[in-house]
């Protein structure tokens, strides 16, 4: 089947600007600190009574203090978002206390007793990577969504490698009329099948983006001997119901 960033949100400054303005900040703190020393110690030199001197040592103390507080809020804020984002020891995202667990993606077919959940497929090189295929429908990366406009693409084994029949072994029988359904969580899609067709493995305008709504499922057909390969795919065309 070879056919088949950043404080507080991704809208935010970028890195290298957020620790430039930590530099500064801390670079400013530093400057009003030593300046604040300087307006005692060389208050003489600066032409300051010791009234003057005691008064501007005070207000460039605050605003060092001040200067170096944001510093702290800051980098703070960017650290702990960092420590929130960063991927578990298998290198999954770290779960967040409170977030939604993952919603399973249903494939149902009634007329062929199919109920699978959906997978997705990258596309590595020249060809969607279907290896870790198994029993469920692999939806192709690329083609639209459940429920976004376009043509979802969902390809499935005939039969699977050292484990029997596929999903899709009975593809071929659907007729225009068939429904397939979808669901995603507490969404239920629902598509009426209008085209069963046989296609060459190199026809890949069937997974072409599209103005309607529409789902597209893929198999193989045509087995042969000779080349130890199917030599056809079995394409099922289904318009979604508004």
Same mark, same amino acid.
């Given at each position: ?8 949100? /991704? ?47 005070? %207000? ?9 507080? @944001? ?8 650290? @702990? ?5 960063? /991927? ?21 077919? /009634? ?23 198994? $029993? ?24 699977? /490698? $050292? ?43 069937? @997974? ?24 056809? %795919? ?9």
């Amino acid at each position: 089947m070879d056919f088949f960033t950043t404080l507080t949100n /991704p809208e935010s400054p970028p890195k290298d600007l957020i620790a430039l303005a930590i530099g500064l900040l801390l670079g400013i703190s530093l400057v009003l600190f030593i300046r604040s020393r300087q307006a005692w110690t060389k208050r003489q030199a600066f032409g300051y009574n010791v009234y003057t001197a005691t008064r501007q040592r005070a %207000r460039l103390g605050r605003l060092s203090l001040f200067a170096l507080a @944001a510093t702290v809020l800051i980098g703070g804020a960017y650290f @702990a978002r960092n420590m929130l984002s960063l /991927p578990a020891a298998d290198g999954t995202p770290s779960e967040v206390a409170g977030a939604p667990a993952e919603v399973e993606t249903i494939l149902l077919i /009634p007329r062929l007793a199919v109920e699978t959940t959906m997978i997705e497929v990258p596309f590595v090189g020249q060809q969607w990577d279907i290896s870790r295929l198994r $029993d469920e429908a692999a939806h192709l990366e690329g083609t639209a969504y459940p429920g976004e406009p376009g043509n979802v693409v969902l390809a499935g084994h005939i039969t699977i /490698p $050292d484990a029997g029949w596929g999903p899709f072994k009975d593809l071929h029988t659907l007729t225009p009329g068939d429904r397939v359904f979808i669901e995603h969580g507490a969404a239920t899609y629902v598509y009426v099948v209008s085209e069963v067709k046989e296609v060459s493995p190199t026809d890949v305008q069937v @997974a072409y983006p599209t103005a309607d709504n529409r789902l597209t499922l893929i198999t193989c057909s045509g087995w042969s001997d000779i080349l130890e390969d199917y030599t056809h %795919r079995v394409v099922v065309v289904a318009e979604m119901l508004e």
